[in-house]
């Protein structure tokens, strides 16, 4: 399944540090919104959030910055799952610039699926996992 579009918008000038280039703390703010954008298309909603004490947790994020980005610059997300486990999902978001169609950056991101009551993690229940699964192309054949 191709990658999702997670997230779209502009880099502003406040977005700017004094080298003239996006600020790597804006970089990581549209990547956690490109998180909330897929983790809602796996149906881990805010509604789910609140209704089930359950949550995602970035447990470890990388990420690799390759053109500039400057002040005026429109930018799109496009996501994917990478992977799905019994606890954990790994997924890959990459930041296009798009006007131009070049990579900016990209970021991997492991998350944990938590209990926020016990403050510890737990299994994705299987809808969750199947459309995990479904989403990074993983699903079995019928």
Known sequence: MPPLVTYRGAIYPWHCDHLGHMNNMWYAGKFDEASWNLLLQLGVSPSYQRQNARG?????????????????????????????????????????????????????????????????????????????????GLAKAA
């Open 56 to 136: 995602v947790a970035a447990v470890e994020q990388n990420t690799n910055f390759v053109r500039e980005l400057m002040a005026g610059d429109v930018v799109e997300v496009r996501s994917e799952i990478l992977e799905i486990r019994e606890k954990t999902m790994r997924c890959r978001h990459t930041m296009f610039n798009a006007d131009t169609g070049e990579v900016a950056a990209t970021c991997e991101i492991v998350g944990v699926h938590v209990d926020m009551a016990a403050r510890k993690s737990c299994p994705f229940p299987q809808e969750l996992r199947a459309g995990a699964e479904r989403l990074a």
